[in-house]
């Protein structure tokens, strides 16, 4: 058998595992392999409809979950680059951060920085 061959078979058998799971399991996985790749994240913070807050270079956002229970907390954490100025680019005095934001109460987008460099 050959490397290819092999490679395929692989793939094939991850494939059928995948399409048993449930859909939150799915989204579990590919979180872990977008983890593993990492992204160029954005978090933009409203008040209304003002921009209030960016956070940029972002890694990941994690969901919290409780320490003795296992459940999901109703908000998300993460580190990244406080972007002042609103301009995409990590400036003079802009440091690395520990932000959290609350699913309930906090207006946000969080998408990818296609346009980094």
Known sequence: MTIKKAA?????GALLL?????????NS???????WT?????????????????????DKLSTAYGTNDGKPRPYRYGYGYDDK??????????????????????NYIFYENDEAN
Not at 8 to 12: L, M, P, Q, Y
Not at 18 to 26: A, H, K, V
Not at 45 to 58: C, D, H, N, W
Not at 94 to 104: A, G, M
Request: charged share 25%; glycine share 10%; with cysteine.
């Open 8 to 12: 395929w078979g692989v793939a094939a």
């Open 38 to 58: 990492g992204t160029n994240g954005v978090l933009d913070v409203y008040a209304g409809e003002k921009l209030v807050k960016r956070f940029i270079k972002i």
């Open 29 to 35: 996985i590919s979180r872990s392999i977008q983890n």
């Open 85 to 106: 100025n609103f301009n995409f680019k990590v400036d003079k005095g802009e440091k690395k951060v520990y932000f959290e934001f609350s699913d309930y109460s906090t």
């Open 18 to 26: 995948l399409g048993g799971c449930t859909q939150e399991t799915q």
